[in-house]
């Protein structure tokens, strides 16, 4: 094969935040000496917003208001134009990673409406015979730990035929009394949902019990907003006709660059929910939603 | 002696044998019924057992003399059986367990490493995918997809079909399904098995995601519990599967610490383990969290456990305790069992110190224990129209391996509250048997009586008794309970066991109560078990299908019987073999009885005794009157036994034995079948012989078998025999070995060869070869035996030789065999073999005079003395003195013996005094003449 180029971050996880400097190497490697017109570092971070086919047609007066964000944008020259002695050649850089004027430097996320991005780009640029090479190479941004303390906040529910809504006919439904908590909806994303549920009593046999995350991704500005809720993942937490009365745990690992720190801004917003979904046999399906706050600490 | 006497002839006394014998015999006065006779009992009874042990070759019989008196269980009642007291403190076994247990109190210190008392889960999959079998058709659903339809009905109505990568896990491969329908067992242990391999290279490949999906796919399975008697089978074999990824990924994030410099050393901090591994390992448990259901979820993450190692120091006590909670959302008992059995056997892998959620789960597991009765898995039973004694089974190696990680090293209290908490619940069957099959056994066995106790009482509900009394039995082979309970144990159990009416389940717990009775009674006890499993399983031929339980019993016994002699005589050991009746069966147990009992290793000592045993082994075995195939079973003990002589020379003579029983059914009249048969023993002996070492077991074993093939009308195969055994003699070495000693060799000689000249008298001269053929060949053989230089065996041997030829000279010889023409017949008389007799026996005399001459040396008058007044006697006993040549010889060897004054004065009058009283007799008349001329010669 001809030359490779590579972009090797010094953090195993590639997690940086803001002020701190982001060092790595560029590696070159080929068999043969390789001419170019030099060899330029790209750092760029953006947050691209995108409607729902839903939203669209509604909202068309807003579709500029979509348009991608720019975050960070700066390029450094690594190596003047020249020749690359034939092996493997390393280039270490350090990137500061600063924002420019009141810019925010978000916290990475992988979303369906709303993704915050931040990738490393580098461009060898060869003369007109040759391709130039480009590798790009995603870094993750998180937010600095906020300060204080977390405040928990707790969650009793119970669930009941009574308490259910969007019901069509409630005397056909079978018996059922759920109770449960969690320990907090106020969440850190490095930490996991946690809490218990309890079947006390059920007519009919459970299928199962799942806990479905939730990200509700909001677009636009003051004039109007497309607001889209779709499952990040949904987690089986009881499988079968459960015992009753002893009580299963709830248990949910937030997944990484799919939630973030629960974020609003002016022109879009990414939050979180949790929906308690209960499996009955005959296909009746129950969910309990809860709203979340995710942050970091 | 002078060389006038060197041609001396031979002529031989005429004998009547029958006047001769009616003359020396006593007259025989009857004896009525009530006189009293000092000999009489005992003969009466001597001759009666005699008889029976001589007919009974089917061995039971004559076995009744070793019974005692005594009661042995009415002492082993009392506790004070001195024996049995001393048995229990010198038994090796107990010897062990204490060792055991001192090393167990060594092996509690490092509580980290599970020790090697801890039988480990290998030894249980075997047993469970052999016992956990189906028939029924099975199938394998590898699809996402249609799972989906399922669980997801929420999440699709809610999201936008947008399927983000994490979610594309769950497929095994971009729009691959395999739904694999109407399996067999066989075919799906080939396919999971197959699976595992794709694990495998998948992994080497590098495809990590593939591993993953393959394993997630793989765990999928354990929530299916149709055919649910498979399920125990398909939990080891998937788990296998599990156990193969946590390897492979533990190693792959380890392989990751090791750079250049270092190796990570066994008991690693997580500060160790670089950022790269760090970031890998915490990738996968990401990757595992998000796996959407529960059991692969939790089945996956299990399977990884060890390598929260390399996170953090607590990751694996945190763990732990969560994923035995997750367990409580698995709505199926069974299934959640199961998970909690993985976790366990992960847990005491990784982290056996954490004893917590071991108990955790026990604990949670008795909490959902009425979901066993519950709606749900009763109509899950009817749907798949299992029983609840076949379906609670299966619970038992899932609970017996939890019960099992808990009771390891538990303190005593802990049992106990276990026990409580069972007891709690009903005192339920299939709990009890859990904490008995789990238990240490020493637990279980002080403990015996309450145990017996509740099963007694305990809820059956479904769960059979016999397999409580089974597991019960299974710790008491393992441990003793109390002295004083043992009769009581066995008395109550069995009265249990041997009220089971199917045979499968009867032998299943008979088996294992073997070893107990074994253990700890007397061959009393035994035989009656072994009664009363014949008695169950010969109806219906039951015992066709448990002949592996039968094997085991037979293994059991033979184990705790060191003695072969009383394990044969247990009265109902040998038909108890008789159940063997497959073939290949029984030729297998046949052989774990003699393997018990002998080695190519063993001792020379051991080797003697051994073969005795087998020899009183192979002479017990008769086949009645099926001789042929009593023939066969010595051609097959001898194929086994070809290194222990002792044992090929007693097949020798039961070969003979059973040539002789032959004759003896036929009266003598061999049909041509018999004949044929009888040839076949001969046969037999005679290549059998060649194989021993002994040089005089195969001289007499020629010459035995000789005489029975004589006795057979087998002339031809006789003569062989003898020829066989003349041929050998050269071979006698001058010493031989005799109990560890070197002795001379030539009394033993000595002692063959008169016997064998009592044979060759009424041998009958082949038409073929010479007269008395036989004779000259052995006479040449003892001429050039080299004898010792200073010995006089030879000459005694001619004499012996002469002694055969006069009574071969005899009108009718002194015995016969029947049917046999012997040459008395065979010649009548005729003139030309008597003087071929006569000039053998010149020779002879020639040899013996000349011996006598060499022997005029001073060392040497002593033997000369007692030689010549040998030679006398036997000229007096056999030769005809009436001829003067023979006369003068012996007078002259009178004086020979006299010469020197070397002869024993007493044995001189003696045999005067003989002389003068046989004169006396009819036809005697010219001995009164020779005594005359025999001085006495007095002492100086």
């Not at chain 2, 006590?317 to 199926?332: A, F, K, Q, V």
């Not at chain 2, 199917?502 to 700890?520: F, G, L, M, R, S």
């Not at chain 2, 057979?712 to 020829?723: E, I, T, V």
Request: glycine fraction near 4%; proline fraction near 4%; aromatic fraction near 8%.
């Amino acid at each position: 094969m001809g030359t490779s180029l590579d972009i090797k971050i010094k953090r195993a996880n590639k997690v940086y935040h803001a002020g701190e400097m982001l060092s790595g190497v560029v590696v070159i490697s080929s068999k043969d000496s390789v001419q170019h017109q030099g060899v330029s570092l790209t750092m760029e971070g953006t947050v691209n917003l995108q409607l729902s086919a839903k939203s669209v047609g509604v909202f068309e007066a807003f579709y500029n208001s979509v348009k991608p964000i720019q975050i960070l944008n700066s390029t450094i020259e690594m190596v003047k134009p020249g020749k690359f002695p034939s092996g493997k050649t390393e280039i270490p850089f350090e990137f500061p990673l600063h924002v420019k004027g009141n810019r925010v430097l978000y916290e990475t996320y992988h979303g369906v409406f709303v993704n915050i991005q931040y990738t490393l780009r580098c461009d060898m640029r060869r003369s007109l015979l040759a391709k130039d090479l480009t590798k790009t190479c995603e870094f993750i941004v998180h937010s600095a730990p906020q300060r204080g303390k977390l405040t928990p906040s707790p969650v009793d529910f119970t669930i009941t035929p009574e308490t259910l809504q969007n019901v069509k006919e409630r005397a056909l439904l079978p018996k059922f009394l759920i109770r449960g908590h969690l320990n907090s909806t106020n969440c850190t994303v490095t930490q996991p949902l946690t809490g218990e549920l309890v079947v006390e009593h059920s007519d009919a046999a459970i299928r199962s019990i799942e806990l479905q995350l939730v990200r509700v991704e909001t677009c636009g500005c003051a004039e109007g907003y497309a607001r889209d809720a779709t499952e990040i993942q949904n987690i089986q937490i009881a499988d079968g006709d459960v015992c009753r009365g002893l009580s299963v745990p709830i248990h949910m690992v937030f997944p990484r660059l799919f939630t973030c720190p629960t974020l609003e801004t002016t022109n879009f917003k990414v939050e979180f929910e949790v929906n308690v979904v209960v499996l009955l046999h005959a296909d009746h399906l129950i969910t309990e939603n809860f709203p979340l706050k995710l942050c970091r600490t | 002696v002078t060389g006038k006497m060197a041609a001396f002839p031979w002529h031989s006394r005429h004998r009547n044998y029958k006047a001769e014998f009616a003359s020396c015999q006593l007259e025989a006065v009857p004896l009525e019924f009530g006189d009293y006779h000092p000999l009489k009992p005992i003969t009466v009874t001597e001759s009666k057992t005699k008889k029976i042990s001589r007919k009974g070759s089917t061995s039971s019989t004559s076995s009744s003399s070793s019974s005692s008196v005594v009661d042995p269980l009415s002492s082993v009642l009392d506790g004070t059986d001195p024996l049995s007291m001393f048995a229990a403190t010198a038994d090796p076994a107990a010897m062990a367990a204490a060792m055991e247990s001192s090393r167990k109190k060594r092996d509690r210190d490092d509580s980290s490493i599970v020790g090697s008392d801890f039988e480990p889960w290998a030894n249980k999959r075997g047993e469970i995918l052999a016992r956990y079998t189906t028939t029924e058709k099975l199938s394998i659903n590898l699809f996402m997809g249609s799972e989906k339809g399922r669980v997801g009905t929420a999440s699709s109505a809610m999201s936008e079909k947008v399927r983000t990568r994490l979610e594309e896990l769950d497929d095994f491969e971009e729009g691959s399904q395999k739904e694999l329908l109407n399996l067999t067992q066989q075919d799906y242990v080939n396919r999971i098995e197959e699976l595992n391999q794709s694990l495998k290279d998948a992994w080497a490949s590098d495809q990590k995601v593939k591993a993953l999906k393959i394993v997630i796919q793989c765990s999928k399975l354990l929530s299916d519990t149709s055919v649910i008697q498979f399920y125990p089978s398909k939990f080891v074999l998937i788990t296998d599967i599990l156990d193969t990824f946590g390897k492979l990924v533990y190693e792959r994030i380890f392989s990751m610490c090791v750079d250049n410099r270092s190796i990570l050393p066994d008991h690693f901090s997580p500060e160790n383990v670089n950022d790269t591994a760090k970031e890998t390992c915490l990738n996968w448990f990401f990757k595992i969290a998000s796996i959407r259901e529960l059991i692969p979820r939790f089945y996956v993450e299990a399977s990884i456990l060890k390598c929260n190692k390399f996170l953090s120091k607590t990751g694996i006590s945190e763990c732990l305790p969560r994923l035995t909670c997750m367990i409580r959302g698995i709505g199926d008992p069974l299934v959640s069992v199961y998970a909690r059995a993985y976790l366990c056997r992960v847990g005491m892998e990784v982290a056996p110190q954490l004893k917590e959620s071991l108990n955790k789960n026990f604990f949670d597991f008795l909490l959902t224990f009425k979901q066993i009765h519950g709606d749900t898995v009763q109509n899950q039973l009817v749907v798949q129209g299992v029983e609840l004694p076949s379906y609670l089974p299966l619970y038992s190696p899932a609970m017996d391996w939890i019960f099992q990680c808990i009771s390891y090293h538990a303190p005593e209290v802990l049992l106990t509250e276990m026990m409580e908490r069972c007891k709690k619940l009903g005192n339920n069957a299939l709990l009890l048997n859990s904490v008995m099959s789990a238990f240490r056994a020493e637990f279980v066995a002080t403990r015996s009586m309450d145990f017996i106790g509740m099963i007694k009482e305990c809820d059956e509900s479904g769960f059979p008794k016999h397999l409580l009394f089974r597991s019960l039995g299974l710790n008491l082979a393992l441990a003793d309970p109390p002295e004083s309970d043992r009769l009581q144990i066995l008395n109550e159990a069995w009265k249990v066991i041997t009220k089971l009416k199917n045979p499968q389940d009867y032998i299943n717990c008979a088996e294992v109560w073997v070893e107990y009775t074994c253990k700890h009674f007397t061959k009393r006890e035994v035989n009656t078990v072994l009664a009363d499993v014949i008695k169950h399983m010969t109806p219906d031929r039951a015992f066709e299908d448990s002949y592996p339980q039968l094997q085991s019993i037979i293994k059991k016994v033979i184990a705790h019987f060191h003695d072969f002699s009383v394990l044969f005589s247990v009265e109902k050991f040998l038909p108890f073999l008789d159940m063997f009746q497959k073939e290949c069966v029984r030729v297998e147990v046949c052989k774990h009885i003699m393997e018990a009992f002998i080695n190519a290793l063993t001792l020379e000592d051991e080797k003697r005794t051994l073969a005795h045993l087998i020899n009183g082994f192979i002479k017990m075995v008769s086949f009645g009157r099926d001789f042929e195939q009593q023939l066969s079973f010595y051609v097959e003990s001898r194929s086994m036994f070809c290194n222990l002589e002792p044992v090929l020379v007693q097949l020798i003579h039961s070969v003979n034995r059973l040539a002789m029983e032959t004759r003896k059914v036929m009266k003598g009249n061999h049909s041509r079948k018999t004949a044929a048969f009888v040839r076949a023993c001969v046969a037999y002996c005679f290549i059998t012989i060649p194989s021993l070492v002994g040089i005089f077991t195969r001289l007499n074993l020629y010459l035995h078998s000789g005489q029975v093939a004589l006795a057979n009308q087998c002339l031809s195969q006789a003569d062989a025999f003898f020829k066989a055994a003349i041929s050998l003699i050269p071979e006698v070495p001058k010493m031989i070995n005799i109990d560890g000693k070197m002795r001379p060799s030539e009394s033993f000689l000595l002692e063959f060869l008169c016997n064998f000249f009592s044979t060759l008298l009424v041998v009958p001269d082949h038409p073929e070869h010479g007269v008395l053929f036989l004779v000259r060949e052995l006479l040449n053989v003892i001429q050039d035996y080299t004898w010792e230089d200073n010995s006089d065996d030879k000459i005694r041997i001619y004499t012996c030789v002469l002694h055969l030829l006069s009574a071969m000279s005899q009108e009718t010889y002194l015995y016969h065999i029947d049917k046999v023409d012997s040459n008395d017949s065979l010649y009548g008389g005729d003139s030309k073999f008597l003087a071929e007799n006569n000039k053998l026996c010149e020779t002879v005399m020639a040899q013996i005079l000349e011996h006598l001459k060499t022997l005029a040396k001073d060392e040497a008058l002593k033997r000369q003395s007692l030689l010549g007044l040998s030679f006398f006697n036997s000229i007096l006993a056999h030769g005809d003195l009436r001829n003067n040549k023979l006369n003068q010889l012996s007078v002259n060897l009178w004086h020979l013996a006299q010469r020197h004054g070397c002869a024993d004065t007493r044995t001189m009058v003696k045999t005067l005094d003989y002389i003068k009283k046989r004169s006396k007799q009819p036809g005697m008349n010219h001995l009164t003449e020779l005594a005359l001329r025999l001085p006495l010669q007095t002492r100086t």
